[in-house]
């Protein structure tokens, strides 16, 4: 079953922050962060795993909350390089990244 | 490192027609995926293989064959082409071992079926 990623679309002015969710009615196991810019293959992002863990990656960072089984990306003082459609992905049990189960994303436009 | 290719980028099929998408990596992953990308539809898994000569379905593997001869090669098969398989197919291939790795997705191809 599909991830739920919200809010679907969001536009904000450079320089805002931005707040995504994604959250899955299965238990969490690992949750996966990809961008994809428009006619382009999504890059990586970042891979938290169970345990809470926070990352983060330049102003990009996430949370991992087990027990609401959901994640939260955070884009800070947001750039117009971060527009594109974010998705989140989560592993099944038992699987790596070999059966990822993708969101239907939410496309973060930047506008000047 | 080319790191995953796919060839063609763009193809239109009549319905009822078969071809082959091709993906390669040279990473030595073992780990390799397909996708399908629909509007509002994010990306599905249609098939994936852990290893040379092993494959496996994902979520929507109707009408789609794969076979994994060697790591770096992993072709989509579609037997007889439908209209509903108009679509962008992306591959991906991952590391291994102890953890989880990031995917490195090839360019894609643009399937157009009339």
């Known amino acids: 079953q599909q991830p739920v990623q919200s809010p679907q679309a969001v536009i904000l002015r450079e320089g805002e922050d931005a707040v995504i969710n994604c959250s899955s009615s299965?238990?969490?196991?690992?949750v996966h962060w990809y961008r994809q810019k428009h006619g382009e293959a999504p890059i990586f992002l970042m891979i938290?795993?169970?345990?809470?863990e926070q990352k983060g990656h330049d102003k990009i960072s996430a949370s991992f909350n087990e027990k609401k089984q959901q994640s939260s990306l955070y884009l800070t003082a947001s750039q117009l390089s971060y527009s594109g459609t974010y998705f989140c992905?989560?592993?099944?049990?038992?699987?790596?990244?070999?059966?990822?189960?993708f969101g239907t994303g939410t496309r973060l436009t930047i506008i000047p | 490192n080319a790191g995953v290719t796919q060839t063609p980028k763009f193809q239109v099929l009549k319905t009822g027609q078969s071809m082959t998408l091709q993906c390669a990596q040279d990473?030595?992953?073992?780990?390799m995926s397909w996708y399908r990308q629909d509007p509002g539809m994010g990306l599905r898994l249609i098939h994936y293989?852990?290893?040379?000569?092993?494959?496996d379905q994902g979520e929507v593997p109707n009408g789609y064959n794969v076979s994994r001869s060697t790591t770096e090669d992993f072709p989509l098969r579609l037997l007889s082409a439908a209209p509903s398989q108009t679509s962008v197919y992306f591959c991906?291939?991952?590391?291994?071992?102890?953890?989880?790795?990031?995917?490195?997705f090839g360019p894609g191809t643009r399937l157009t079926v009339t």
């Open positions: 991906a291939s991952s590391g291994t071992g102890t953890g989880f790795y990031e995917q490195y």
């Open positions: 299965k238990a969490l196991y690992s």
């Open positions: 938290l795993l169970k345990g809470g």
């Open positions: 992905g989560t592993a099944a049990p038992n699987f790596g990244n070999e059966k990822l189960t």
């Open positions: 990473m030595n992953h073992e780990y």
């Open positions: 293989s852990v290893g040379a000569g092993i494959t």
